[in-house]
């Protein structure tokens, strides 16, 4: 199993989305480490191999683990394998439903919810009232109030509205498509949301469709559907 960057992303549109040629680049230049892993694997070649990755490994949690310095404010309610870094403050009114886990010097405000697989990297913030499931956001991420992120991957440094919204399936339950290599690519998966890259800007009332990928550097104005 490899530990990666979060320049991982960038990476990906360099090299169309491959991600082997990625972790050979990651190697050479920045020290990529692996760990040994004995209960499965995983071909990882496109994004969305990032949630099952995280799955595989979230589901091999049996315990909750929460750091001395973590604040947990008021009424919090824990499930399962719940796992919180350093210096996190968690509102009153948030359910966190493991296995989960929220990074070093986040903040997660009231009335949240973050589902199963969910994971929020350090020094990142959920706004109050949003929902998280089966996600992955990298360091310093700042969801907006009352957002729905699901079946999605955030990169590093992503900063979004209030009122975020990724759909994560289609009217009619379908298959969904993602764009690889300029070709679009069947995922095998009927419930997927969006891909964002790093140092992404994304203002208030976005609805963003299945599938969808927003490259880095990106800059995207308040209300616009994807």
Known sequence: MFVLFSQIFSLLEEHQNDISHCYGKMIETSGLQACLWEKGWIDMIHPWHILEANR?????WKTAEIDSTAKLLGHVHLEGSVRIGQNVTVESGTVLKGPCYIGSNSYVGNNSLIRNYSAIGPDSIVGYGSELKNCVLFGNNDVGRLSFVGDSVLGENVKSGS??????????????TCMANSESVETGLTKLGVF???NVSIGARHTLGPGTIVESGKIVADNITL
């Open 56 to 60: 595989m490994l979230m589901s091999s």
């Open 196 to 198: 964002i890259g790093d």
């Open 163 to 176: 009122g975020l919204t990724t759909v994560n399936h289609t009217v009619d339950y379908s298959q969904i």
